[in-house]
Structures are given as structure tokens and as C-alpha cells.
């Protein structure tokens, strides 16, 4: 079975630093099958942050976290994470991984792409 536990969500202030993990059973990194990360807020649609294929290397990004986010694997621990840097108040939000499985992901930042997800993990910047 798949099953995504997200976790490493909190309070930070502007600027600050922080390291999500998104840990799975049933997920092999090894795989081409895509990995991403998600994030909403009240009244918004849930958005695409980042993904990842972890057999191929391949990650795409928002624009408008390039360069502050970073979507990395450690294949050992079936684990893919997101490391963010120079948060902003605008990051607030609560953040899901997701997992596509064996279907195809043509466009990575449309959760319908997705068939797992995660129950998410409240990162607050304030």
C-alpha cells in the first residue's frame, strides 16, 4: 500500500528556514514515477510547489519559489523533501506531497495528475 506522512511544518519568521519531509511505503525512488509537493491556503486552490521524478533527476519548480525551494531525495529512505529557504509570508500554507504512481504526468502542477497524497503539514510564516 502507499502511504505519504508529511512532516517538519511550523512556525518561522520571514526569512527564515525550513525542511519538509514527505516519508512513503510503497514509493521506490528508484522508479520514474513522480513525486511533488503541493501547498493551499483557505479559499485557494491547492498549487504545485515542486516535483520530482527520483529515478530520473528530473524537478520542476514554481516560478515563484525558484531559487529560494529545493526538491531533493534520499532514495535509502524511500524519502523526498523540500527545503525552503528565504520564506515569506506569502509561503504560509499548509503543505501535502503527493504521489502519481504509474500514471502519466503531463502537466506536474495539477493535483488531478496525482492519485496519493499526504494529510499535510502546516508551515506558518509570520
Known amino acids: 500500500d502507499v502511504q505519504l506522512v508529511e512532516s517538519g511544518g511550523g512556525l518561522v519568521q520571514p526569512g527564515g528556514s525550513l525542511r519538509l519531509s514527505c516519508a512513503g511505503t510503497g514509493i521506490h525512488l528508484s522508479s520514474a514515477f513522480c513525486v511533488g509537493w503541493f501547498r493551499q491556503v483557505p479559499g485557494k486552490e491547492r498549487e504545485g510547489v515542486a516535483s520530482?521524478?527520483?529515478?530520473?533527476?528530473?524537478?520542476a519548480y514554481a516560478s515563484s519559489v525558484k531559487g529560494r525551494f529545493t526538491i531533493s531525495q534520499d532514495t535509502a529512505k524511500n524519502t523526498v523533501y523540500l527545503q525552503m529557504r528565504s520564506l515569506k509570508p506569502e509561503d504560509t500554507a499548509m503543505y501535502y506531497c503527493?504521489?502519481?504512481?504509474?500514471?502519466?504526468?503531463?502537466?506536474?502542477?495539477?493535483?488531478?495528475?496525482?492519485?496519493?497524497w499526504g494529510q499535510g503539514t502546516q508551515v506558518t510564516v509570520s
Open positions: 503527493a504521489y502519481a504512481g504509474d500514471r502519466v504526468v503531463r502537466l506536474w502542477n495539477r493535483p488531478s495528475e496525482y492519485r496519493y
Open positions: 520530482i521524478r527520483p529515478g530520473a533527476t528530473t524537478t
